[in-house]
């Protein structure tokens, strides 16, 4: 008999990994939604504390950091960041509104505004640099060339 020829029923074995490999990616997708659902309903349940504030922060993130960079997307990420540093000013939280800067700062640099992305990242430095934490100020410059080296990339490319 020879070997080169197989029953009609056996699966090759690339199909069998393109299956694989699409249901797990249909899976990680599925994934994302649901996490997705499950922080907009917590953020209908909480008050307007800091944990609310977090809660807008992760929603902003899962905009900001998409696969796809949709203006849709960059658009919904900057509504969630400035709905929790609204939230972190009036509850007075240096800490959150500090994050949201951050936010505020990458997602500018996202939309290619990329002098509204460094007034952020200024306001952080100047934070910083009040509070004299070296380290800090090292992982903020560090972000900050990341991020300046990325605006000089062509980004109405890559925004959609």
């Given at each position: 008999m020879n070997n080169h020829h197989l029953p009609h029923t056996a699966l090759p074995q690339w199909i069998f990994c393109a299956l694989l490999f699409l249901s797990t990616l249909l899976a990680v997708q599925a994934q994302q939604v649901d996490n997705w659902v499950r922080l907009l309903g917590m953020?209908?349940?909480t008050t307007p504390d800091t944990n609310q504030v977090k809660l807008l922060i992760?929603?902003?993130?899962?905009y900001l950091f998409k696969p796809d960079?949709?203006?849709v997307d960059l658009d919904s990420a900057l509504y969630f960041v400035r709905?929790?540093?609204q939230l972190s000013e009036s509850l007075g939280s240096e800490k959150w509104m500090e994050e949201c800067d951050w936010l505020l700062a990458l997602c500018h640099f996202e939309k290619n505004e990329v002098d509204q992305g460094r007034a952020f990242f200024q306001q952080v430095v100047q934070?910083?640099?009040q509070r004299n934490d070296k380290r800090e100020m090292a992982a903020a410059y560090f972000n900050i060339s990341r991020w300046m080296f990325r605006s000089n990339e062509t980004n109405d490319v890559r925004i959609r």
């Open positions: 953020l209908r349940e992760e929603l902003a993130k899962h960079e949709l203006q709905k929790a540093h934070k910083i640099q």
